[in-house]
Structure formats: structure tokens, C-alpha cells
């Protein structure tokens, strides 16, 4: 039974990670996508422009209809106010041309976008107004916009009997949507996704929709609406990553159709606050406000109104949890400071001892020349203990110099960088703060310099060592340095085993590298070695001595 437990966790756990990884993906493509929102925008406004154009090129009544509408279709989701104008026009037109589907045609739309701009008795009064026995195939057309319309309305409803009376004839008018569509039409699939949502039908609506959506190209307008209709099936059966992934996906393709009056970002928003994501929520419904108030879409700014201080007021309190984490940051570097001063005096005190013991040995020395012949070879052998007490002093004197300059420079960065973070909370620039807290340049720069100067000094006490080293190999060329590097990753390994540092473990914090790595390395070039490959590291902690 154990057994079985552990190998459902082993399978299920992988795809967890996938999933989680493919979200990050996506959010991170639709913060991209937020970021060029420029670009999209350049892109539609030319497609505009372009039509504007030829309206100065055409003196043709049909013509200027046929760009009318198209102005009508390019403004639908981006601007209401200019849709509803050239909603006007193309009726004027039609009206002229004594076209009675033009006519039908251009009230539907115009009718359209007074709903969307909160004009539902104007709407409401041209449908009433329109013959559509005269043009049958409009009906279906006719039927949503009217379905529409009343939803909208049953929104607003000042009571509960008003409110039940609009949700009846929405329903009404979506039962009739489907006998005047095309069954293969996408009005026709909409409608039937809609009713098999309503009707609690998920798992029939995902496979309608699932097998419906990579037919869609991403210029098409209806990817989005499809792909929040997935979303919401997913949000019905609680199955809330989907749901976010769907939402994330409409959201994008939203965006990069520059389509201002949209559901599915503001919809994200709520979902990522519910879930503590209060920086992306913010940014989202930022962004949900705005587009809404260009596009003057009354329904969605009234939604987004009702949801935009709850999350704003999450946003402020995070910010002040970071503030109050940014003083706590630098009171602790402060107090390392002063615990690096102290380590720096006591530092000096040491070397202080260390300059009287090397006075002391030097003296025993002299003393041990006046020796008789007969202590000879103690003396042989005192002199090379000698010899390599004053190596290792000349590594430790030159190592605690170059470490006092080191920390005498961190702690003047230190201080640069606690006056850099001082005078951006000062000018209330919250973003550029949380950036610089979560960059990791600083840490990354001090680490090269580090190691660049661990390169330096050990080059100096030992200048011939990469050549030294190279002879112990098979291969002298095995060692390659890059243009510019003094030692690369194997050197400093075997530098610190030179340096009688021979612990992986240790080796392994020094160079920040796994221990595995570490391993992998020691082994690579013990197994070039020209020698015996188990004194390898004996021989490299010879160089530079006389033996």
C-alpha cells in the first residue's frame, strides 16, 4: 500500500510542476504582451488610418457604406464613441441608398453599441423599429443583439421583479439565436456553448469548444471570446488552474487585437487577488480600468469600479509590508557594519601577534646558526619547517590585506547602496525600489570582483602555478582560459587544495557550485593525471615549493 502512494506521488507531482511552469509561462508572455501594448496600438491605428484614407479617394455612395461599416468593425472593441458614430453614418447611407438590408444591417450595429455604452432605451427603441421580416436573414443577428441587450439591462435592474422580467426575455430571445443561425456558423456555436453552460453541461461545452479553438487564427476576434468560454466552463467544474489558464490565454489575445472592451483581463485580476498575487492584480486591473474608459464601456467600467478599491487597498498594504521590510533590511545593514568594523580590529590585533611571532622565529633562527656541527640535520629540518611557516605567513599577511581593502570597499558600497535605496523611497518611486530589492546585479558584480581578486593574489604568490599544474596533466592543453579570465572554475579548485584547503564541502561554499560539481571536477583531472592518479593532489600542493 506504501508503495502505491509513493508511485502515485512520483506521477502526479511532475505534472503539477508542468502545469505551474506553463502558468508562470504564460503570465510572464501576457506581461510581455501588457508592455507592448504601444505596438499593438501603433498597428491598429494604422489599420484606421488606412481606411480613413480611402474614404478621401471615393466619391461612390455604396463604397463609402462598405467603409463605414468597416470603420464600424474596427472601432466595435476599441472605441465606442467613434463606432457609434460611424454606426450613424452607415445608417445615413443606407438610408440614401433605400437598401433595406443595409438599413437592417446598420441599425443592428448601431443598436449594438448603444448597449455597450449604457444607451439601452435608445437600443431598445431602434430593434422595435426595425423590419426584420424584411431581411430573414438577419434574424439570428437580430435575436443576439436583443438577447444581449436585455442581459445588460437585467444588470442594472432596480428591482428584483424588473430584473427577472429582462433575464425571461434575454432567454427568450437566445432560444430563438439557434433556429436562424447556420448550424455551422460561430453565432450558432456561441449560443450553443452558452445554453450548455446554463444547463450545467461542462464536459459536452469543453469538447464543443476544445476541438473548436486551434481552428481559430490569432488575428481572429472570436479567439478570445471562445477562450474565455472555456474559462468559465473550468470555473463551473472548480477546476480553477485551468480556468486561470484560459483566462490568461483570452486576456492575451484581447490585448493584441488592441480590443478595449473585454471581460477576461479584469476577470484574472480578481482571481490572481484571490490568490495573493497583489502586484500582477493591480497592474491588471489598472490596465482593465483604463482600456474600459477609452473604449467608454459603462458595463465593464461599473464592474471594474466595484472590484478597483479592493484590490488597490491590498496593493497599498503590501506596499507598506515591503516598506516596513526595506527599514528592517537596512537597520541589519547596519548592524553588519558595525560588526565588520569589529572584525577588522580584531583583525589588526592579530596580525599585530602574528608580526612578534615572525620577529620571535626570526630570532631563533639566528640562534640556531651558532648551533655545533652535530645538530646539522635538525637544523636541516628546522629550516624547512621555517620555510614553510613563512609561506604560510606571506599567504596570510597578503590574504588579510586583500581582505581588510576588500571589506573596507563592501562597506563603502554598502553605505552607497543604503543611500541609493534611502533616496528612492524618499522620492516614493515603489517600483523602482521593489526592483531594486529583487535584482541580483549587486550580489553578481561583488561575486566577480571576488573571485577576480582571489585570482590576482593567488597569481601573486604563486605565478607559475598554471604551468606547474598543466605539466601534471597528460594533456597540457586541457587547461583553456578564456580571453580576459586569469583562472577559470577547475583552477580555483585546485588553487584552494594548493592553499591546504582540500575539503569539497567548503571548496563547494567558496566557489558557490553544488557538491557534485565539485566532485565531478576534482575527478575529471585526476583522471588526466601524467602520474599516479592517487597523488595527483599531493604533487599540486607541491608547486611552487622545492620538493
Not at 444588470?155 to 422580467?165: D, G, I, L, P, R
Not at 444547463?199 to 479553438?213: A, C, R, V
Amino acid at each position: 500500500m506504501h508503495k502505491f502512494w509513493t508511485f502515485l506521488v512520483l506521477l502526479i507531482f511532475p505534472v503539477c510542476i508542468y502545469s505551474q511552469t506553463d502558468i508562470n509561462s504564460l503570465l510572464t508572455e501576457l506581461d510581455r504582451t501588457i508592455a507592448n501594448n504601444q505596438q499593438y496600438k501603433t498597428k491598429k491605428e494604422a489599420e484606421i488610418d488606412k481606411l480613413n484614407d480611402l474614404l478621401k479617394y471615393t466619391s461612390s455612395t455604396t463604397q463609402k457604406y462598405e467603409i463605414y461599416d468597416k470603420l464600424y468593425g474596427k472601432y466595435r472593441w476599441y472605441q465606442s464613441d467613434s463606432a457609434l458614430s460611424y454606426a450613424r453614418k452607415s445608417l445615413k447611407i443606407a438610408h440614401q441608398l433605400d437598401d433595406i438590408k443595409k438599413t437592417n444591417n446598420a441599425k443592428l450595429n448601431l443598436a449594438s453599441i448603444m448597449e455597450t455604452l449604457g444607451m439601452y432605451k435608445e437600443a431598445t427603441e431602434i430593434l422595435n423599429k426595425i423590419d426584420i421580416q424584411a431581411t430573414p436573414e438577419k434574424k439570428g443577428n437580430y435575436f443576439g443583439v436583443s438577447s444581449s441587450l436585455y442581459l445588460s439591462m437585467s444588470n442594472y435592474a432596480a428591482s428584483a421583479e424588473e430584473k427577472s422580467n429582462y433575464i425571461s426575455l434575454r432567454k427568450k430571445y437566445s432560444d430563438s439565436i439557434l433556429k436562424f443561425y447556420p448550424t455551422q456558423s460561430k453565432s450558432h456555436l456561441f449560443t450553443t456553448s452558452n445554453q450548455l453552460l446554463e444547463s450545467g453541461k461542462y464536459q459536452e461545452n469543453l469538447d464543443l469548444l476544445l476541438n473548436y479553438y486551434p481552428k481559430l487564427k490569432d488575428s481572429d476576434t472570436d479567439q478570445a471570446v471562445v477562450a474565455y468560454l472555456i474559462s468559465q466552463t473550468y470555473h463551473q467544474k472548480k477546476e480553477f488552474e485551468l480556468e486561470k489558464e484560459w483566462l490568461i490565454k483570452s486576456a492575451i489575445s484581447d490585448l493584441r487585437l488592441e480590443k478595449k472592451e473585454y471581460i477576461s483581463l479584469r476577470a484574472l485580476a480578481f482571481l490572481l487577488y484571490q490568490e495573493g498575487d497583489i502586484d500582477r492584480s493591480y497592474t491588471y486591473i489598472k490596465r482593465s480600468l483604463e482600456d474600459a474608459l477609452f473604449c467608454n464601456a459603462r458595463l465593464r467600467t461599473y464592474e471594474i469600479s466595484k472590484m478597483m478599491p479592493i484590490i488597490n487597498k491590498a496593493y497599498e498594504k503590501q506596499n507598506e509590508t515591503n516598506h516596513n521590510q526595506l527599514v528592517y533590511f537596512l537597520v541589519s545593514a547596519t548592524v553588519l557594519s558595525l560588526i565588520l568594523l569589529v572584525i577588522l580590529f580584531l583583525l589588526f590585533k592579530q596580525m599585530k601577534k602574528l608580526a612578534k611571532a615572525k620577529r620571535e622565529i626570526s630570532i631563533a633562527n639566528k640562534q640556531s646558526l651558532a648551533l655545533n656541527e652535530e645538530l646539522k640535520v635538525f637544523n636541516e629540518k628546522l629550516n624547512e619547517t621555517n620555510t614553510t611557516l613563512k609561506e604560510a605567513n606571506l599567504v596570510k599577511e597578503i590574504y588579510i590585506g586583500r581582505y581588510m581593502d576588500q571589506c573596507s570597499v563592501y562597506i563603502s558600497k554598502l553605505d552607497g547602496y543604503r543611500r541609493k535605496l534611502n533616496v528612492i523611497v524618499t522620492s516614493g518611486k515603489k517600483e523602482e525600489l521593489v526592483r531594486a530589492i529583487k535584482s541580483k546585479e549587486f550580489i553578481d558584480e561583488e561575486l566577480k570582483d571576488f573571485y577576480n581578486n582571489f585570482d590576482k593574489t593567488f597569481l601573486l604568490l604563486f605565478p607559475n602555478f598554471i604551468e606547474d599544474f598543466s605539466r601534471l596533466l597528460t594533456d597540457k592543453d586541457d587547461i583553456k582560459l578564456k580571453s580576459g579570465e586569469l583562472m577559470n572554475t577547475e583552477l580555483r579548485i585546485f588553487a584552494l587544495i594548493r592553499l591546504g584547503i582540500s575539503d569539497s564541502v567548503k571548496i563547494s561554499e567558496f566557489l558557490r557550485y553544488s557538491l557534485s560539481t565539485i566532485y565531478n571536477y576534482r575527478t575529471k583531472l585526476r583522471n588526466k593525471a601524467a602520474g599516479p592518479r592517487d597523488e595527483f593532489e599531493a604533487n599540486v600542493m607541491r608547486i611552487g615549493t622545492n620538493k
